[in-house]
């Protein structure tokens, strides 16, 4: 490793130093290793180094806040991504965005999803105020539901990002957990990933999103059938289970015995299951006797 942090290169004898001279599973062991050290010196020093999207705590917590919803609100956020998935199997539903004309049975719908943290909530609501006030905000029921519902201005923006990181640091100097006070603040228009005839992979963009910055999740299905709107809340509950137990299985890690389930994660861990033959069929959820681990 470099001064700058930078991994310049490995020492191990098992498999050669250049990427392209290894086989998969020689690369898919590397990138294990350098998922687990981002993970270690998070849990270890607290530093922001997994990606939020491949960050099981983040991705529990929208799970979780997602069983918090009201149905009302459950409905306003992912119901049309149930009403697209709906559509493929009731000819009656219209679909809400259309499916690309190049796509074929590989298409997945994907929306990003966005949590916050009512600082009234926590315990350092007191404290909370008086960072508010310093950066010219208020913290008022009424407000921080405008601020929520609200399209913010660049200023408005940098102040709420300016005030939520200094939150975030006197939460760490406090030692005071946040996790009560998060809730789901928004969640994307719906957008596709999809192969062509080719097998070339094509991403669109969502046409709306509520906020500029990394999502805490990404859900990405294919269009299952979702019945009703509490057995595809039920869904989307397990669908986050395994991408959590995606994390830890892709840095090697045994998952949690709470994610050692069966089914579709992210895209990505979907297709090293199925292309490497180090892993069992993690995505199948009709794979016998495989989380045994």
């Known amino acids: 490793m470099r001064f700058d942090g930078e991994i310049d290169g490995h020492e191990c004898d098992a498999y050669h130093d250049k990427a392209a001279k290894r086989t998969p599973e020689e690369n898919e062991y590397s990138e294990q290793a350098r998922k687990f050290a981002r993970y270690y010196v998070y849990l270890e020093r607290g530093y922001d180094t997994v990606p939020p999207v491949d960050h ?95 399209e913010l201005t660049g200023d408005q923006r940098d102040d709420w990002e300016a005030f939520g990181e200094d939150l975030a640091d006197l939460a760490d100097d406090e030692d005071v957990s946040l996790d009560d006070s998060v809730y789901i603040d928004g969640a994307s228009s719906l957008y596709a990933t999809y192969l062509d005839e080719s097998g070339v992979q094509h991403d669109t963009e969502p046409d709306q999103d509520p906020h500029d910055r990394e999502p805490d999740t990404l859900i990405e299905l294919p269009p299952i059938d979702p019945h009703s709107l509490d057995q595809f809340r039920a869904y989307l509950d397990h669908h986050l289970k395994c991408q959590i137990r995606d994390c830890f299985i892709r840095m090697g890690v045994h998952p949690p015995e709470e994610f050692r389930v069966l089914g579709n994660g992210r895209l990505e861990s979907v297709a090293a299951y199925k292309l490497l033959e180090m892993y069992p069929d993690y995505h199948d959820p009709d794979a016998d006797d495989i989380l045994t681990i």
């Open 56 to 150: 099981p705590e983040r991705i529990d917590a929208v799970r979780l806040a997602l069983q918090e919803l009201s149905d009302d609100e459950f409905e306003a956020l992912f119901g049309d991504l149930h009403q697209q998935m709906q559509s493929y199997h009731d000819t009656t539903t219209d679909r809400v965005i259309p499916e690309p004309a190049a796509a074929t049975e590989d298409i997945l719908y994907r929306q990003r999803v966005y949590l916050g943290v009512n600082p009234l909530d926590t315990d350092l609501a007191q404290q909370a105020e008086g960072l508010a006030h310093a950066h010219g905000l208020d913290l008022s029921e009424d407000s921080l539901l405008e601020t929520i519902v609200d």
